[in-house]
């Protein structure tokens, strides 16, 4: 018999090896920030070099866009195997989903009638990501989505970016139809946890918190309750669990002001840190833009991050955030993230041979 394998035995060993690797691989270099792994998309970032790809499957409201998933409540174990085996099939790794649709738990967030029907729904869609082999779910709660008050704010070269002006909304109209108390909040929070992160546990799923964004106290009558060191630090004592854990979006951080070498060092030597996002503003709440990653004026060191990253063990994937929108570039930003990527690249390379 012949020993030789034939192709379709070579794309499952394939497949196998680069699943089974992205355990313990180190602190690498990913891409994100989009929820459609077309051939074209996934072809570009296997020619950057990058082998991990984490899709952002957030969505508003049913009505704001196509998903690769069609569950209205939930989302299915088969379809959730046909997306990983999508990217996989492309010669990257799914690392991990971040955010499901707000309209899958919104009500959850707020504590309204309706609740317990979505987590039943939020339960069976977490095992149903634990079944699929994907080992990370970001997720944030922020009812009301990540408020921005200009997305064509000029920086460098006249590149449009983000910014944040808390002065221009802070008498915002009700977004979610009252005034919500923070400890309203807490408590819809702790239930969530109670209820998900066992079925998270049993079905090895890694859940991984995001900031609030913009890290302020209260908007449109929702408060912002992640958006400091101390909020973050009482949700990971609200559970002693290894599945739970932080998105570490270091825009956020940024914004928020605080030392993120400390937040590194304290969220890091727990092994509380499942994945990165690379992002840097100029100024703090309440008033703050967006920059280039390579452009000097931000908020952190990002050569001192890395080294810090690596101290503390960190093994897991960082993602370019959100970009400069630069000239004759597409909606997703191939051209500016194809920028910051290689930046982050070199950055990586250079702690390596250091």
């Known amino acids: 018999?012949?020993?030789?394998?034939?192709g379709l035995e070579k794309n499952q060993s394939s497949k196998e090896e680069l699943s089974s690797s992205s355990e313990g691989k180190g602190m690498r270099v990913g891409a994100g920030q989009f929820k459609i792994p077309t051939e074209e998309r996934l072809r570009f970032i296997k020619q950057l070099g990058i082998e991990d790809v984490i899709l952002?499957?957030?969505?508003?409201?049913?009505?704001?866009?196509?998903?690769?998933?069609?569950?209205?409540?939930?989302?299915?174990?088969?379809?959730?195997?046909?997306?990983?085996?999508?990217?996989?099939?492309?010669?990257?790794?799914?690392?991990?989903?971040?955010?499901?649709p707000t309209y899958f738990y919104d009500k959850v967030m707020l504590g309204r009638e309706g609740s317990k029907e979505q987590l039943e729904h939020v339960k069976r869609t977490v095992a149903n990501i634990g079944r699929a082999n994907i080992p990370i779910l970001g997720y944030n709660w922020m009812p009301s989505g990540v408020w921005r008050t200009?997305?064509?704010?000029?920086?460098?070269?006249?590149?449009?970016?983000?910014?944040?002006?808390?002065?221009?909304?802070?008498?915002?109209?009700?977004?979610?139809?009252?005034?919500?108390?923070?400890?309203?909040?807490?408590?819809?929070?702790?239930r969530f946890l109670e209820e998900v992160l066992p079925v998270a546990e049993e079905s090895g799923v890694k859940l991984?918190?995001?900031?609030?964004?913009?890290?302020?106290e209260k908007l449109g009558g929702v408060p912002f309750i992640f958006r400091d060191f101390e909020s973050f630090k009482r949700a990971d004592q609200l559970a002693e669990s290894k599945y739970h854990g932080l998105e570490l979006c270091l825009g956020?951080?940024?914004?928020?002001?605080?030392?993120?070498?400390?937040?590194?060092?304290?969220?890091?030597?727990?092994?509380?840190?499942?994945?990165?996002?690379?992002?840097?503003?100029?100024?703090?709440?309440?008033?703050?833009?967006?920059?280039?990653?390579?452009?000097?004026?931000?908020?952190?060191d990002k050569y001192e991050v890395l080294k810090t990253l690596?101290?503390?063990?960190?093994?897991?994937?960082?993602?370019?955030?959100?970009?400069p929108r630069v000239e004759g570039d597409s909606k997703w930003g191939h051209r500016a993230r194809a920028n910051a990527i290689g930046y982050l690249q070199g950055l990586v390379r250079g702690l390596d041979e250091n």
């Open 252 to 300: 956020t951080w940024s914004e928020m002001g605080e030392n993120i070498v400390e937040v590194i060092q304290y969220f890091g030597e727990r092994n509380k840190i499942f994945y990165v996002h690379f992002r840097d503003v100029e100024g703090t709440v309440p008033s703050f833009h967006e920059i280039f990653l390579n452009e000097g004026g931000g908020n952190y």
């Open 208 to 216: 991984a918190l995001h900031p609030c964004d913009p890290p302020v």
């Open 150 to 190: 200009s997305r064509t704010r000029r920086v460098r070269g006249g590149a449009q970016a983000t910014a944040f002006e808390l002065a221009q909304v802070a008498d915002s109209p009700l977004t979610h139809g009252r005034e919500y108390r923070e400890e309203e909040m807490w408590k819809n929070y702790e």
């Open 310 to 323: 690596r101290e503390v063990g960190f093994q897991g994937v960082m993602i370019v955030d959100h970009v």
């Open 56 to 100: 952002n499957l957030l969505q508003s409201t049913p009505q704001t866009g196509q998903l690769p998933l069609s569950g209205r409540k939930e989302w299915s174990f088969r379809e959730l195997v046909q997306l990983r085996n999508r990217v996989e099939d492309m010669g990257l790794r799914l690392a991990a989903i971040e955010n499901i």
């Open 1 to 6: 018999m012949d020993s030789k394998k034939t």
